[in-house]
């Protein structure tokens, strides 16, 4: 790991001052990724503003909002009394995520914030334009097994890898942001970013920004949710694809339909049009497969990842049977 | 555990020659930092609570199996770090080294965690227990005397962190099947395949009903 300096700020105002300020420092939190990537030598920050002693960790609702305080562990939002009544399928995504042990030092603004995992991203031999703007993207005609298929560009065709990011899409969050120029709010669809031509660039955060806290808004989805997770083995490890489903049914007829899919693109990807096809439907089979026949219509894929086509429109299918089966 | 590997096979007072090459290694790193810090370091911001500098080590207070320590500490070293090589506890293990493997686990504030992810900085004022803090004197916790019982380790270069994955796993409410254990015990892997005993050995734990 490279050398660097080390501050505590007392305040968040601090520690937005002292990010403004260098160029080169970086928020850490929990530290589960940037530390990783930092022995990688894929980040090398002169400068490190440890957040952890800001007043940044709670879970509180009010007016049926709820929110949750940047600095609030995976572990803790996952396990909490709010968080399992009023959104289940957070609880549940979190837990498909990593393992105990890094739940209980990954926050919720840091999961946000964490990198892909694509290989060529990690292997500073390699070219890659997300590390490295410019330098080329070894993943296209490269090992791609692991890649997105939806809004990839011919920059970069590396994937989000939360698991968490997948529920707070799904559920409408809202990004809570303070910075150099005040207070901001982004909309959980928007904070995230496609490769384009600036695939170095995950989300909008604005230099010196810092998540402070997520909101989710009341849904009526407290019931016919479910996140299926398809990996390589059967825990701790990152999705081949995923899907979240959240249903609202009554009188055997959908009223309202959450889709989003994670493994599949470079941001947390909603299936709006696929959640259209749902509404005044019943659940059955066959209106599930024609919503993951309409989820899939846009997507592209590379030499080793055209698997997960099926894959997807057979995960959409099964977490939906499986959400309404609740 | 007796199986496990042995750090220092010779005169435990003697240093071998990989615990010279581990000083020299210390003392020319010291003096190449010496060489390269910049006359201005990095300034602190008139509201920055705490700084170190490039090359400068911090004062970190902390707890560690019940015990005060008083530590500098340069800001880049982990906390898995600071155990093995400045405290020599080094029952905790250093696999991947990247939040991979967990045979660094150990327990901060009573929580597990990967102590190979986390500065030793960040650990001000916390309190640790690692493999070495189990024990009560000579009598084994009955996690580690399961694991014994069970044959829970073959190598045995994974299963502190096992243990101390074990014995979070049940005060967390996490052991209530085979499943949930399999599920809850997903961070440590174990490459000799002990799995099948692991969990045994943490299902006879929490269906004894002992005090973890």
């Known amino acids: 790991m490279n050398q660097f300096s080390y501050v505590r700020p007392a305040s968040q105002q601090a520690a937005i001052d002292a990010i403004t300020r260098d160029s080169s420092a970086r928020f850490i939190a929990g530290g589960t990724n940037l530390l990783d990537l930092m022995k990688n030598g894929v980040l090398a920050p002169e400068k490190l503003v440890d957040i952890n002693r800001l007043p940044l960790k709670n879970i509180t609702l009010n007016n049926n909002i709820l929110h949750i305080g940047a600095l609030t562990l995976n572990s803790e939002v996952a396990a909490h009394p709010l968080v399992k009544t009023h959104h289940p399928l957070l609880s549940q995504v979190l837990l498909a995520g990593a393992s105990q042990q890094l739940r209980n030092m990954a926050t919720t603004g840091g999961n946000m914030m964490q990198r892909t995992r694509c290989s060529y991203f990690y292997d500073i031999t390699m070219p890659c334009n997300k590390r490295t703007p410019g330098s080329g993207c070894s993943a296209i005609g490269g090992i791609n097994r692991m890649h997105a298929i939806f809004g990839a560009s011919d920059q970069c065709i590396a994937v989000h890898p939360s698991d968490m990011c997948i529920a707070l899409v799904a559920l409408d969050a809202t990004v809570l942001v303070a910075g150099p120029k005040g207070n901001r709010r982004i909309p959980f669809g928007e904070f995230h970013r496609l490769p384009g031509n600036t695939p170095d660039k995950d989300n909008n955060l604005g230099k010196g920004e810092l998540i402070t806290g997520i909101e989710i808004p009341h849904s009526p989805f407290t019931q016919n949710v479910y996140y299926l997770k398809v990996r390589d083995r059967a825990s701790y490890a990152f999705a081949l694809v995923s899907v979240a489903a959240a249903l609202d049914i009554s009188n055997n007829t959908i009223r309202g339909a959450r889709l989003a899919m994670g493994g599949v693109a470079h941001k947390p990807w909603r299936l709006h049009e696929a959640e259209k096809t749902l509404i005044g439907k019943s659940p059955t089979a066959d209106n599930f497969r024609i919503a993951a026949t309409v989820a899939t219509q846009s997507a592209r894929t590379y030499q080793h990842n055209a698997f997960k086509v099926p894959m997807a429109q057979n995960s959409i299918v099964t977490a939906l049977q499986k959400a309404a089966a609740v | ?212």
């Open chain 2, 1 to 212: 555990m007796s199986q496990a590997p042995n750090e220092n096979p010779s005169c435990p007072g003697k240093k071998d020659k990989h615990e010279a090459r581990r000083d020299f290694l210390k003392q020319s790193s010291a003096l190449m930092a010496l060489a390269l810090t910049p006359p201005l370091v990095v300034k602190a911001g008139e509201h920055d609570e705490t700084i170190a500098g490039l090359f400068e080590k911090m004062p970190v207070s902390m707890e560690i199996n019940g015990k005060a320590y008083q530590l500098s500490v340069e800001p880049r070293v982990t906390l898995l770090d600071l155990l093995r090589e400045q405290l020599h506890l080094t029952g905790t293990k250093k696999g991947c080294d990247h939040g991979q493997c967990g045979a660094c686990t150990v327990h901060v504030n009573g929580q597990r965690i990967n102590s190979c992810l986390t500065l030793a900085v960040m650990q001000e004022g916390k309190k640790i227990t690692t493999i070495e803090g189990l024990a009560q004197g000579d009598t084994l916790h009955p996690v580690q005397e399961a694991f014994i019982k069970h044959d829970g380790f073959q190598c045995g270069y994974c299963t502190p962190g096992q243990i101390m994955s074990a014995v979070a796993c049940i005060r967390e409410g996490h052991a209530g099947s085979p499943e949930e254990i399999r599920e809850f015990m997903s961070g440590n892997i174990c490459r000799c395949g002990a799995y099948d005993n692991i969990v045994a050995a943490i299902t006879e734990v929490k269906q004894g009903g002992h005090t973890v």
